[in-house]
């Protein structure tokens, strides 16, 4: 079960009920609260299975229970709910904390009705690095017949283990059970869980460099430049496998300060590598060898690539020592740089929003952990364009001496798109563009076309020719080398969408409007609001009576959701055919339960996922093949068309995946932008942020997704004639297609 929650968070397939709770996720008492928004955050009810429903009716206390409801509400039917407290919080972005207490109790009331042999088990599992550590549960079997007038009172407790990174609280029905619970309370040693939180790192007590790194370095040299880039990789390695840096007793980023001085200016590769080693040598002093060696196996989907730290020639034989009794080393099954609870996210990371550009010691940081999280903690290393230590070279000498604040910045960007993911960006985009023209634009048959308008200075149709007379694509490939992306054309897109950034507050434009081609200048930036009259966007052409005549159902991913699919489910069922346009990001994640019960004859696996071995960094396992859809004689048996284009990317590219497992599956369209698996969000010195996908996405077998997209049967490029009048190339072929 828990395997099956792990991929709902990953891809937020599910029903998200956040609780509201502090903003340093603290509590003030025990009370899980039963609020929620359809916002995610650390603590969240995930419904699997069946219904969870908010029921003011029916209540112990408060102002509602919890519902839960099988999906089948019948005697087979089952349903399951589960909620994850992590162990960890953290405060100010720099202080963190962790639960420490000898036992926990989740205790509640719960009330049943017209049962039939039903069965019902609450359940805390204790987990460590994505394995149940152990696990408590109250369970009642074959109940029939009703609760009683009153509420039922449950406890389930058990003793707190060391290695727990997440209490995964579960409760689970079967045999069409319909549930109420209330009053659900989590104590710690009797105590509310906000009192029982301590201080747990010591890299968070040192405070050195927190206003300034202090590094000052000379011009540099090809000898200095050689030794920055080998202490790169190595203070990257140490960073990632070093059980006392895991455990979270070196701020790491300090160290850099403290040891780099002294690397950087050794005369000769012998000078540099005693160093190192004495460096090293003084912190292994605690290591013990790991029991179990790590053993790849058909499992392991990408592999650490860690033979360089054997190279004698360049570090010598006392360095490769020391490495190596790292890399076999015992860790802990968490790591105070990369995971707080069950999914991870990096929040070890300071921000440092007071230090700025000049301070060369944070700038060389700044590269030095971006390069490595994505050197440890990337699964598509392998499949950039450019090698990555490659890029490493390219881009040290830009970070110790760039030629100005812009030249910095747009450094950063690029760097961000050296690791070819649509995923990637970095923010603030202010840094390089503050001016915002009030247009929006897109790409179409290598025209810039505006796609809508909140100023009387452009009109949505125009197209786009030349900027301050410069040829407007010129201006499209100089500004894509700092656009993120797994493809050409998406990397192109997401170029023009970013067009209306500008630094300058006004622009001559040559544009065709009408089939004619006018000069006009550009001032409308940074508005308030649309100015009235003025906004302008195609009116799209309406398809009803053509889906009609051919009795389709047409379905956007953008709003569908489980209660649409069901009011719908008797017109669906009794269609010739389902469009499921795929274009843009599920609204309702959910819906894809629901509409794969419907469209399959039984359980399909339609992808295979790798997470990361926080433990050997670098190394990402196959997670399960999971499936969906049951055992459905009576599926939908008609043709189901995908509508796929280069706004189709992560979750929605899921859903492709998924339904074209439907037996007379067709996916239409052109290339999707190629970027599944959860992005990851990740902090860079100056208060940047940068994100990039971190699960492995792969179709069965693991067959290459990522930066080729979903498989097209019938590949349909936009055409800007057709835009124009606001007609759909993807869905009047979708509607040709169908017999």
């Known amino acids: 079960m828990r395997m099956k929650i792990i991929i709902l968070n990953f891809f937020l397939f599910s029903i998200t009920i956040t609780v509201l709770s502090q903003q340093n996720h603290f509590y003030d008492d025990s009370v899980i609260n039963l609020e929620f928004t359809n916002t995610i955050n650390d603590n969240v009810w995930n419904v699997s299975e069946g219904e969870m429903i908010l029921d003011t009716i029916h209540k112990h206390s408060g102002n509602h229970s919890i519902r839960i409801v099988p999906l089948n509400n019948q005697e087979i039917g089952s349903s399951s709910i589960n909620y994850l407290f992590s162990t960890y919080t953290v405060q100010d972005d720099q202080h963190f904390y ?121 011009p540099m040299d090809e000898m200095q430049i050689e030794n920055l880039r080998v202490l790169a990789k190595i203070w990257g390695f140490v960073k990632y496998y070093h059980p006392e840096v895991a455990k979270g007793n070196y701020q790491w980023d300090y160290e850099l300060f403290r040891i780099l001085p002294q690397i950087v200016q050794c005369d000769d590769m012998l000078e540099r590598n005693q160093r190192l080693t004495g460096w090293l040598r003084k912190m292994n002093t605690t290591l013990e060898p790991e029991e179990t060696p790590l053993v790849f196996t058909a499992e392991s989907s990408v592999k650490p690539q860690l033979d360089w730290i054997n190279d004698d020639a360049l570090f010598g034989p006392g360095l490769v020592g020391e490495l190596n009794r790292i890399k076999n080393s015992k860790r802990p099954d968490y790591h105070h740089y990369i995971s707080f609870g069950g999914i991870y996210h990096f929040s070890g990371e300071r921000r440092y929003p007071r230090i700025t550009w000049e301070d060369q010691g944070y700038r060389i940081l700044s590269l030095f952990r971006f390069w490595n999280v994505i050197e440890y903690c990337f699964p598509y290393k392998e499949l950039t364009d450019l090698d990555w230590d490659r890029v490493l070279e390219k881009y040290l000498l830009h970070f110790v001496e760039p030629e100005n604040e812009m030249d910095y910045y747009k450094n950063r960007f690029a760097l961000t798109a050296e690791i070819n993911d649509s995923h990637g960006w970095i923010r603030p985009f202010s840094a390089l563009k503050k001016n915002i023209l009030a247009a929006l634009f897109l790409y179409l048959e290598d025209k810039m076309v505006v796609r809508k308008s909140y100023t009387c200075q452009l009109k949505a149709g125009d197209i786009v020719l030349k900027i301050d007379d410069r040829d407007v694509n010129d201006i499209i490939d100089e500004r894509k080398a700092l656009v993120c992306a797994s493809n050409e054309p998406r990397r192109k897109d997401l170029t023009v969408e970013e067009m209306n950034r500008w630094n300058e507050d006004s622009l001559k434009a040559l544009i065709v409007r009408d089939n004619d081609t006018i000069s006009t200048y550009l001032t409308d930036f940074n508005l308030r609001g649309p100015i009235p009259g003025c906004t302008s966007e195609i009116k799209p052409y309406d398809y009803h009576n053509e889906l009609a005549k051919k009795n389709i159902i047409y379905l956007s991913i953008s709003d569908i959701s489980i209660e649409s699919l069901t009011a719908m489910e008797d017109s669906i069922m009794s269609s010739q055919a389902i469009i499921l346009d795929c274009r843009g990001y599920p609204a309702y994640e959910s819906f894809a339960f629901k509409l794969s019960d419907m469209l399959f004859p039984d359980s399909v696996s339609y992808m295979e996922f790798a997470d990361l071995d926080i433990q050997h960094p670098g190394h990402f396992r196959l997670i399960p093949e999971y499936k969906w859809g049951r055992k459905n004689p009576d599926y939908y048996k008609k043709q189901v068309v995908l509508l796929v284009d280069g706004s189709t990317q992560s979750a929605s590219e899921t859903a492709v995946m998924i339904f074209q497992g439907a037996p007379k599956s067709i996916t239409v369209g052109s290339q999707s932008s190629a970027a599944d698996g959860e992005g990851r969000r990740y902090f860079l010195p100056g208060n940047f942020t940068t994100y990039f996908t971190g699960l492995g996405a792969y179709y069965p077998n693991k067959e290459q997704f990522q930066r080729i997209g979903v498989k097209i049967d019938v590949n349909v490029p936009q055409s800007i004639n057709l835009y124009l009048q606001g007609r759909d190339d993807l869905l009047e072929k979708a509607i040709e297609l169908i017999k």
């Open 98 to 218: 962790r639960i420490k207490g000898d036992s926990l109790e989740f205790r509640g009331l719960i009330f049943y009705k017209d049962a039939n042999k039903a069965n019902l088990t609450i359940s805390v599992q204790q987990e460590g690095n994505y394995e149940i550590i152990s696990e408590s549960h109250f369970e009642l079997k074959s109940i029939n017949g009703n609760s009683g007038n009153g509420w039922l009172p449950f406890i389930v407790r058990a003793p707190i283990q060391e290695r727990a990174t997440l209490f995964n609280i579960g409760v689970s029905t079967s045999g069409g059970l319909n549930l109420w619970v209330d009053d659900l309370r989590l104590t710690i040693d009797a105590s509310a869980p906000a009192s029982k939180y301590d201080h747990c790192f010591q890299a968070d007590l040192d405070h050195e460099f927190d206003n300034g790194s202090s590094i000052s370095l000379s």
